[in-house]
């Protein structure tokens, strides 16, 4: 950087313009009348006398060093102007000057430029300077010592940051600022406790490849609880206190190093939004909404929030009238469970692997909605869980499950018997089990099916609980019991289950004693059954049941649910179980007609009726298999059956006169 060059010796002026002959320069200490001195070379060492005498040019050569006064007079001693306080700026002062320039100006390395510039961003700065255009958005880098700066941004967990984590956010709170959490790993001893007003904003929303980071840090915002208690809080004072997001932030934890306490936690606040947050191997539950009983929290909001292999669930809420876009979970006991959480309504869901059920519906979730492109897929062998649970508890009305997508990750195995099962709960299979050892479902001939079975590999036997009459063949399938929609009792009336996929299943749909249900339009593929219904007011209408690996498409249990619905139009590759009542077409009053697939009918052959016994189906055509059981007595041999267009023939050994009953299903290809 070039400078002007100052003059060589210095001049004066008498007041009228014209060079100062034989002038007087008088100088003193700033401020004082006591003479200092000045030098006639740039060392310093050759002194000028006091006053310096001005030469026929009216000029001199003067070198001084800091603060003067100066009088100049004339030849006469009459003064022209006295100055105070003329201070010096000898050469090293320049060059600093000049070197301090260029660094405050340097862009290319992190220790000059803005790092030379002090900010204590806890200050107010005046407007229109960089203080105020710094301190705009505080940093929790702003509450922490170097070395904690340091070990977050090495993201290695050595420095405990709580403390700053829990300065910053007061600070925050009370200066009303928003907080920004630079990328980088924090390490929690304790619960990060955020006022609700504070607007929580991380760099970016890490996937941790670990579920302990310590060590594996590699991008965006991720805090580390190391303890046992929650992660991070936000609690309004009173109901329904406004709050501000929570974004890009990571939690993760040791669910066995660090059991319970869950990851975000937000209670008695409203429009509250988690955005792009993650939580990882947390010892409770990864995302809760509402903790306090009673109309205290509600409008709350996630939106693409990502949570793996919690201990407990990973969407807990308990919020009014609140909104979850494109949940994505894996592993856990429940992928969301609702309490007291009406009108909350789930969009773009991906739920997979949970323990017990990937929802549950608790109690009180009037009006709430599961829509928009879901899946679910249960995929653990060691489970049996279940799609959605809703509980028997009032207030779970009018909820809406549809576009949803439920995959039960079950198997299916055909099996044979080295005879037919005669009133048989056990046998032996042909060939030993050549696959995993397990509980199996198993689905006979006659239509009926026994859970909870265990197959075990290198072995041919079996048994189970209860007698069954079949032929030789079964069907083994995986995942006992697994259950895709459970309604659990009359409290949950008007479901609406609607457009979903059901695969792999023991039961898809367990219409359990409820009111109001509707059915529709659904696909079941490969499921034992398709549809319990033990409902009143049903419509079941335009489902498509295919490959189902039981005897019955529907089964129909009876009184006291089951009664007065409109089941239509739906395609079955099973038979509709028909009543216990024993009555022929007799569906408990249900309207069953324009169904394509096939059509039954039950008879019965009283007890003293002589074998063969030869009873009408009342069918449009012949039938293509007979379901039978055995109400009372023993056959000493194997019950058969021959059918024709109008009769169904049933034949047993043991005498003519045995004393047995006999109920049958008949199925048809036809139009109902």
């Not at 600070?171 to 609700?196: N, Q």
């Not at 063969?612 to 009342?618: N, S, Y």
Request: aromatic fraction near 10%.
């Amino acid at each position: 950087m070039a400078i002007l060059m100052p003059e060589g010796k210095q001049s004066f002026n008498t007041t009228t313009g014209i060079p100062l002959v034989g002038g007087k320069v008088y100088t003193y200490d700033a401020g004082t009348n006591n003479p200092k001195q000045t030098f006639n070379d740039a060392a310093g060492t050759v002194p000028n006398a006091n006053p310096v005498i001005l030469d026929a040019r009216g000029e001199a050569t003067i070198f001084w060093s800091g603060a003067y006064k100066v009088v100049l007079k004339d030849a006469l001693d009459n003064t022209i102007w006295t100055v105070d306080n003329i201070i010096s700026i000898d050469v090293a002062t320049q060059t600093q000057i000049t070197a301090l320039s260029n660094n405050l100006a340097n862009i290319i390395s992190n220790a000059l430029g803005p790092a030379l510039v002090g900010l204590n961003n806890q200050l107010r700065y005046p407007a229109a300077t960089l203080g105020a255009k710094a301190n705009e958005i505080m940093s929790v880098w702003d509450f922490m010592t170097t070395a904690q700066i340091n070990d977050v941004r090495a993201g290695t967990f050595a420095q405990d940051v709580t403390v700053a984590m829990n300065t910053a956010a007061t600070f925050c709170g009370t200066t009303k600022r928003a907080l920004f959490v630079p990328a980088g790993g924090y390490k929690l001893t304790a619960p990060w406790v955020v006022p609700i007003k504070v607007y929580v904003l991380g760099e970016s929303p890490a996937v941790q490849n670990s579920y302990d980071p310590a060590g594996t840090w590699d991008y965006g915002t991720v805090l580390y609880k190391a303890h046992t208690g929650n992660c991070l809080t936000k609690t309004g004072v009173s109901a329904y206190q406004e709050g501000a997001p929570i974004e890009n932030i990571c939690i993760s934890s040791h669910r066995t190093n660090f059991p319970g306490g869950n990851g975000i936690v937000i209670d008695k606040c409203s429009n509250v939004h988690l955005i792009r947050c993650t939580a990882f191997s947390v010892g409770g539950d990864c995302f809760v909404l509402g903790v306090s009983a009673g109309d205290v929290t509600g409008h709350n909001y996630t939106f693409n929030c990502y949570s793996n292999n919690p201990v407990g669930v990973h969407y807990r809420i308990r919020s009014k009238w609140s909104r979850h876009l494109y949940p994505v979970t894996d592993g856990g006991t429940h992928g969301m469970w609702l309490d007291n959480a009406p009108e909350t309504h789930v969009d773009g869901f991906h739920f997979e692997g949970t323990q017990v059920a990937a929802v549950r519906m608790q109690n009180a979730n009037t009006s709430t909605k599961f829509t928009g492109k879901g899946f679910i897929n249960l995929t653990n062998p060691l489970y049996n869980g279940k799609a959605f649970v809703i509980d028997s508890f009032p207030g779970n009305q009018g909820i809406t499950i549809e576009n949803t997508k439920m995959l039960n990750g079950s198997t299916s195995t055909a099996i044979t018997f080295t005879g037919a099962l005669v009133a048989a709960t056990a046998a032996t299979l042909t060939a030993a089990w050549a696959g995993t050892t397990g509980l199996y479902t198993l689905c006979f001939s006659d239509g009926s099916a026994r859970t909870g079975v265990t197959l075990t590999n290198g072995s041919a036997a079996v048994a189970w609980v209860g007698a069954v009459t079949a032929t030789a063949a079964a069907r083994a399938i995986s995942f006992s019991g697994g259950i895709a929609v459970d309604l659990q009792g009359v409290a949950s009336n008007d479901v609406i289950v609607r457009n979903c996929d059901f695969e792999g299943w023991d039961v898809a749909i367990n219409d359990g004693g409820t009111t109001g249900t509707i059915i529709q339009d659904n696909l079941f593929y490969g499921n034992r059954l398709a549809i319990q219904a033990n409902s009143q007011n049903t419509q079941y209408t335009g489902n498509n049941i295919r490959n189902t690996l039981g005897g019955w498409s529907i089964d129909h249990i009876g009184f006291p649910g089951g009664t007065t619905g409109i089941w239509t139009q739906n395609f079955l590759d099973k038979p509709i179980k028909p009543t216990q009542t024993g009555v022929a077409g007799n569906f408990g009053n249900n309207q069953v007609y324009g169904n394509k697939g096939y059509k039954t009918s039950s008879m019965v052959v009283t007890g003293g009726v002589p074998s063969p016994a030869v009873v009408p189906h009342g069918l449009a055509g012949i039938p293509q298999y007979v379901n039978y059981s055995v109400y009372s007595g023993a056959p000493t041999n194997m019950i058969v059956s021959a059918a024709d267009a109008t009769n169904v023939t049933i034949s047993w050994g043991g005498g003519g006169n045995c004393q047995i009953c006999v109920r049958s299903a008949l199925l048809c290809e036809n139009q109902l």
